[in-house]
């Protein structure tokens, strides 16, 4: 199994454009997570989705944020408008339900001049 | 609010020597600890875990201690190789009635491990 894929990896961007995350789970796997790790706040939820459904997403930071599951291999994250202070590693995880192990991707270093 | 800590935020140790990383919870009703390694560019990656009805979980280099009435928790390698160099980070799964235990993660320990 090829893991979490997650594109693209590094993103360098303007402030003001739009950024959009790919991420690909494993294969079986019916929960799929979006986590930001930043230094000041370290590894924090976005948002996560169940059979494809968001379940939480309390933790999107405001309505700049979005993501979507449209089936169950494939997820993103947009960033519309994106602003510096979105500069961070993003990162997709994915696990079986009920199970707390979580896999990540590589993660997006994301910079948004 | 923070309901997991780790409180070092980095940590230096001679290679052969134990390392012990920290963690505090504020949530008593935690049932279900893991602690996870990250090493630069990649994702963090399942090292061990532990049910809150133990107090001890061991796998090869790596014990995780866990302190109920002190609401801690400690990772112990031992001995230390300069490949165990790595952000580790605690995490706690919520209680939550849904199918999905997302967790909540510590802020992360930095280990260097010197040769």
């Known amino acids: 199994d090829a893991g979490v894929i997650q594109s693209p990896r590094h993103e360098v961007t303007e402030m003001g454009q739009e950024v959009t995350l790919r991420c690909k789970p494993i294969?079986?796997?019916?929960?799929l997570f979006w986590y930001r790790q930043t230094m000041m706040r370290g590894l924090e939820l976005l948002i996560y989705?169940?059979?494809?459904?968001?379940?939480?997403d309390s933790g999107m930071p405001e309505d700049r944020f979005s993501a979507k599951m449209p089936n169950a291999s494939f997820s993103t994250l947009k960033i519309q408008p994106s602003e510096p202070r979105d500069s961070a590693v993003y990162f997709c995880?994915?696990?079986?339900?009920?199970?707390?192990?979580?896999?990540f991707g590589s993660g997006t270093q994301l910079s948004v001049l | 609010d923070q309901q997991v800590k780790q409180n070092s935020p980095s940590l230096s140790v001679q290679e052969g020597r134990i390392s012990i990383l920290n963690c505090d919870y504020t949530?008593?009703?935690?049932?279900?600890f893991l602690w996870y390694k990250k090493y630069p560019a990649e994702g963090p990656t399942f090292l061990i875990s532990?049910?809150?009805?133990?107090d001890k979980n061991e796998d090869g280099r790596f014990t995780v201690f866990l302190n109920k009435s002190a609401k801690h928790l400690s990772l112990h390698i031992v001995p230390s190789q300069p490949g165990d160099s790595a952000v580790y980070f605690c995490?706690?799964?919520?209680?939550?009635?849904?199918?999905?235990?997302?967790?909540?993660f510590g802020s992360g320990t930095q280990l260097t491990v010197l040769p």
């Open positions: 995880a994915s696990s079986l339900s009920r199970d707390e192990k979580l896999f």
């Open positions: 294969s079986g796997h019916n929960s």
């Open positions: 989705f169940n059979n494809n459904v968001p379940i939480d």
């Open positions: 949530n008593s009703m935690f049932d279900y």
């Open positions: 532990i049910s809150s009805i133990k």
């Open positions: 995490a706690a799964p919520p209680i939550s009635s849904g199918s999905a235990r997302q967790l909540t």
